[in-house]
């Protein structure tokens, strides 16, 4: 097979290969629990408590209801963070913003469609006593790629495995691309403590959009590729697991909740290329965000630890 001409799909497969080196590794550990909390001393979060939500489009929740955020970063009321606000009668700070990588945390960050706007750590003071954190797709565009070069490989080649076929062609020990996730967020969650020493830290995990096997038109995989995307998708959440871990912060884990709702489903919460109702192109639908926001109230409403 010849190999990839263009730069984009190159960059795809270095990001590829270190994701299913990792996942292979892994491949026969049990589901965690959907809650893997460090006890600590407890911090009472209560009506009134300041709270900052970070991170990227999955936090942002774009098409999901009014624009509440900075122009350009596609974050509305119907994300998880302002409907556990509302639940729990927080004071909210969400900075969340689409597009974000890890880096956007510590440096300005700048859409698409926007001006730039703060390190989203800049949010994060003394007094916060929650901290919420969905991060880590947008490193090295994995994310993107997948939805944009492997799809664009489908198209030629929609009955074999092309993406998967490609990946095999690249001898890169590219695990350390993962791991550089998990870093980042070991280093955010640390940052968040000492700016914010009394606050609970809880990073969310990625939902797992894509079908194990199976094909979709919402998703135009070539057939064989479909357990690659699916694998990309559990090893990213293993190492936002793995960065909480590190840092001490909870993490709740999305794996059980979305079982039956990926983007090709009968029932989906993600939306794929055609949006059925409103939604941004393989991001979730308001159910998925109102999962998430249920999830944290019951977690955030429990002793650390319990």
Request: net charge negative.
């Amino acid at each position: 097979m010849t190999k990839p001409g263009s730069v984009a799909e190159r960059w795809l497969l270095a990001a590829v290969v270190g994701v299913v080196a990792a996942t292979t590794v892994g491949c026969g550990d049990d589901n965690p629990p959907t809650v893997d909390p460090t006890p600590s001393a407890g911090t009472s979060i209560g009506p009134g408590s300041r709270y900052v939500a970070l991170g990227d489009s999955y936090a942002a929740g774009p098409e999901l209801g009014v624009d509440t955020g900075s122009t350009g970063c596609a974050q509305t009321a119907g994300n998880y963070a302002h409907l556990l606000a509302e639940q729990l009668e927080l004071d909210l700070v969400d900075v969340s913003c689409g597009g974000a990588d890890s880096s956007a945390l510590t440096e300005e960050h700048k859409p698409v469609n926007g001006p730039a706007v703060p390190p989203q750590l800049d949010a994060v003071t003394s007094d916060t006593r929650l901290v919420t954190l969905t991060i880590g797709g947008n490193d090295r565009q994995i994310f993107n790629r997948l939805v944009t070069t492997c799809i664009g490989l489908g198209v030629k080649d929609p009955d074999g495995a092309p993406c998967t076929e490609l990946v095999k062609e690249f001898d890169v020990p590219l695990k350390d691309q993962i791991e550089m996730i998990a870093d980042r967020i070991d280093d955010a969650v640390a940052e968040i403590a000492e700016r914010a020493p009394r606050a609970r830290v809880v990073v969310i995990g990625y939902p797992q959009v894509f079908p194990a096997r199976g094909t979709c038109d919402q998703l135009a995989l070539a057939k064989g590729d479909y357990p690659l995307a699916h694998a990309i998708v559990e090893q990213m959440v293993r190492a936002q697991r793995d960065g909480a871990k590190r840092g001490g912060a909870e993490f709740l884990d999305l794996t059980d909740v979305m079982a039956g709702h990926d983007m090709c489903s009968k029932d989906p919460w993600i939306a794929g290329a055609a949006p059925e109702r409103d939604a941004l192109p393989y991001h979730p639908y308001a159910e998925e965000q109102d999962a998430v926001a249920d999830l944290l109230e019951k977690l955030v409403s429990s002793p650390r630890g319990s």
